[in-house]
């Protein structure tokens, strides 16, 4: 199973909306991403969790939120966000360990209005 | 920053021609990893590589690691309208974290 799933795969969500994107797996991987990306562009980093403990913050407002309640789940709690944080928000798994392939989800269409 | 630059941006062929795509930075990776992405959906795993020098392949697809570690190419033959899709590259520098650097991506059209 190399599957990352994440939902919910389409939001609509307003400039004064809480809302919540969610991520799992389950293939042991203890390294866990979030990655931004529009449209015809490269993904951008966001966050990265190592076991279950945030190592890296690209310098992300703090409208987004993540959390990594166990090795499994991932998730990036939203509020108060801005048109233009429109994109595809991608979640992504890997092993912690030197050259290791990365997995992603989906990813979740996200629209702010 | 550590970027890297891949070239062409975009191209549209013909089915059955062949077609390369360049990865290209002035850093040093550990390893570097290509994936094709549709749509509106998550980038799709194609192959890593690790050592300078590599060749792989993938059926129609030929994956190559400069010596320096520095650039890949990616070959494909025979291009079909189901190899259309951004394909991006992503370098690593190894380490606890794991963090992934993308290309700027080449999106590409195959016309059957």
Redesign the interface.
């Known amino acids: 199973d190399t599957e990352?799933t994440?939902t919910p795969k389409h939001l609509v969500m307003g400039m004064t909306n809480k809302k919540s994107l969610k991520c799992e797996q389950h293939m042991g991987h203890r390294?866990m991403?979030w990655y931004k990306q529009k449209a015809?562009?490269?993904?951008?980093?966001m966050f990265?969790y190592?076991y279950e403990k945030l190592?890296?913050n690209e310098s992300v407002p703090s409208r987004f939120s993540p959390e990594c309640p166990n090795s499994s789940l991932l998730n990036l709690h939203l509020h108060a966000l801005q048109p233009e944080d429109s994109a595809?928000y991608?979640c992504?798994s890997?092993q912690?360990?030197?050259?290791?392939?990365?997995?992603?989800?989906?990813?979740t269409?996200l629209t702010v209005v | 920053t550590q970027l890297l630059e891949q070239s062409p941006q975009f191209l549209s062929i013909q089915e059955g021609e062949n077609l390369t795509v360049y990865c290209n930075s002035s850093s040093v990776f550990?390893?570097l990893?290509w994936?094709r992405q549709e749509p509106?959906?998550?980038?799709?795993?194609l192959v890593?590589v690790?050592t300078g020098g590599e060749v792989k392949k993938l059926k129609r697809l030929t994956f190559q690691f400069g010596d320096a570690r520095k650039d890949s190419s990616l070959h494909i033959t025979a291009a079909q309208p189901g190899d259309t899709g951004?394909y991006?590259c992503?370098g690593?520098k190894?380490?606890?974290?794991?963090?992934?650097i993308?290309?700027?991506?080449t999106?590409l059209a195959v016309q059957p």
């Open positions: 990352v994440q390294a991403y015809k562009k490269p993904p951008e980093l990265v190592s190592s890296i595809l991608l992504a890997s912690v360990r030197k050259n290791t392939e990365a997995f992603f989800g989906q990813g269409r | 550990s390893s990893q994936y509106g959906e998550g980038p799709v795993l890593t690790v951004l991006l992503a690593a190894g380490g606890a974290t794991n963090k992934l993308f290309g700027t991506g999106l």
